[in-house]
């Protein structure tokens, strides 16, 4: 996969939106005539990632603000990236004539998160939300589960690191969403599971 990425270039996006492959694992995302091979996710981006999820949902749910999309491709602003999370507030998910949601998503994130595995590139992990925040995406989180760092992307503003007692804000997406930074890396403690049964209480 790696190969086809390289010898992939100067391919229009409309050519490589109609190209079977895009969406074989590892996902290809599109950048201006380059490919690449989206880094697979290691565990501590995934853990991020599931509770990430579940804390966004949570809030939005109950009020029917959106939804968040874990690896949703969006295409826009010339590129086709597949973001690791995306929040779209309930007016920017399409749907069709049967009220289902329509596959395609050629809008920016209203939130593009992206988690850093430890072999990924940061330079190309900024440089996407950098993209995204100059092209109509108001908020955006770069997260990294090794350094414990959170960054915050907003279009006009350098990015902005948040301090371990700092809290991730939602506005202007989700006002009122706030998620403790040292919460979302508290979330790599694994829990270990004690034994059921008589071996959890030896004599």
């Given at each position: 996969m790696a190969s086809d990425s390289k010898t992939r270039t100067g391919m229009t996006l409309e050519e490589f939106l109609?190209?079977?492959?895009?969406?074989?694992?590892p996902y290809l995302e599109y950048y201006e005539g380059r490919i690449e091979a989206k880094v697979?996710?290691?565990?501590?981006?995934?853990?991020?990632?599931?509770?990430?999820?579940?804390?966004?949902?949570?809030?939005?749910?109950?009020?029917?603000?959106?939804?968040?999309?874990?690896?949703?491709?969006?295409?826009?602003?010339?590129?086709?990236?597949?973001?690791?999370?995306?929040?779209?507030?309930?007016?920017?998910?399409?749907?069709?004539?049967?009220?289902?949601?329509?596959n395609e998503c050629?809008?920016?994130?209203?939130?593009?998160?992206?988690?850093?595995?430890?072999?990924?590139?940061?330079?190309?992990?900024?440089?996407?939300?950098?993209?995204?925040?100059?092209h109509g995406c108001p908020l955006g989180w770069y997260i990294d589960p090794e350094r414990r760092t959170i960054d915050v992307y907003r279009a006009g503003r350098p990015p902005e690191r948040l301090a371990p007692d700092r809290t991730l804000d939602g506005a202007p997406v989700l006002p009122g969403f706030r998620l403790a930074v040292s919460e979302v890396f508290g979330w790599l403690r694994h829990r270990i599971q004690k034994p059921a049964g008589p071996e959890a209480d030896p004599q």
């Open positions: 109609r190209w079977p492959r895009i969406d074989d694992k697979s996710p290691q565990r501590k981006h995934s853990v991020i990632e599931k509770n990430l999820i579940v804390a966004l949902d949570r809030f939005a749910d109950p009020t029917g603000l959106g939804e968040a999309f874990p690896e949703l491709r969006c295409t826009f602003a010339g590129r086709s990236i597949v973001p690791d999370i995306v929040f779209h507030l309930e007016a920017n998910i399409q749907v069709d004539e049967n009220g289902e949601v329509v050629l809008i920016p994130p209203d939130i593009h998160i992206e988690i850093r595995s430890s072999d990924q590139s940061v330079k190309k992990t900024r440089e996407k939300l950098e993209h995204s925040v100059a």
